[in-house]
């Protein structure tokens, strides 16, 4: 167990949709950071937040969007949905607010979107 | 472009022999280097790092080598045992910016 957790662990909804996907840090770790892995391909970054403020973006589509809480909870927000969003949607946490700092996973969030 | 790239998608290894996972880069600029560890349907986990400083780093049956001029790195892990058996992901970063991960490579030890 990382001690990163997140929910929901699957999410099943149509094109064009939105949904929420809501991430909690290990305690104490004050950046988060979001990944894509869809099939067959490997992880995706997508956003880093540390402490509350946006650090860094990476692959990340406009439709998408993301925020960091007080709490240091992380919210990862997709609208209008499509088909290739299906995906494995994971976050990770880390002490240090670089990137290339050793960062530990949640079990992560399966996105289907028919 | 992969900047990080692993070549072989899998590999079988004996339960008690070596296991090596290689890992090559593009990007001169990376300077730290970690290797993940995934079962399905779990998150990856951390397993070891290296500076670019280093050629070489050790914790218990896994080391993890850096070759700079070749561009290449390697986690060699022994004895291998079958919990082992996992997807191997290598990221590399540059600069502490983002983490790039490599394609993964799933390794079956078998009893």
């Known amino acids: 167990d990382s001690g990163v957790t997140q929910t929901p662990k699957h999410l099943i909804t149509a094109t064009g949709q939105r949904v929420t996907l809501r991430c909690s840090p290990r305690?104490?770790?004050?950046?988060v950071y979001w990944y894509q892995q869809s099939l067959d391909q490997g992880l995706q970054f997508l956003i880093q937040?540390?402490?509350?403020?946006?650090?860094a973006k990476g692959n990340i589509l406009e439709r998408f969007s993301a925020q960091q809480f007080p709490d240091l909870h992380s919210e990862l927000n997709l609208s209008s949905l499509e088909l290739g969003d299906s995906a494995l949607y994971f976050c990770?946490?880390?002490?240090?607010?670089?990137?290339?700092?050793?960062?530990?996973f949640g079990p992560g969030t399966r996105l289907t979107v028919t | 472009d992969q900047q990080v790239k692993q070549n072989s998608p899998s590999l079988s290894v004996q339960e008690g022999r070596i296991s090596i996972l290689n890992c090559d880069y593009t990007?001169?600029?990376?300077?730290?280097f970690l290797w993940y560890k995934k079962y399905p349907a779990e998150g990856p986990t951390f397993l070891i790092s290296?500076?670019?400083?280093?050629d070489k780093n050790e914790d218990g049956r896994f080391t993890v080598f850096l070759n700079k001029s070749a561009k290449h790195l390697s986690l060699h892990i022994v004895p291998s045992q079958p919990g082992d058996s996992a997807v191997y992901f290598c990221?590399?970063?540059?600069?502490?910016?983002?983490?790039?991960f490599g394609g993964g490579t799933r390794l079956m030890v078998k009893p």
């Open positions: 990770a946490s880390s002490r240090k607010g670089g990137l290339g700092y050793e960062q530990y």
């Open positions: 305690s104490g770790d004050l950046s």
């Open positions: 937040y540390y402490n509350g403020e946006e650090r």
């Open positions: 990007n001169s600029m990376f300077d730290y």
């Open positions: 290296i500076s670019s400083i280093k």
């Open positions: 990221a590399a970063s540059a600069e502490g910016n983002m983490l790039t």
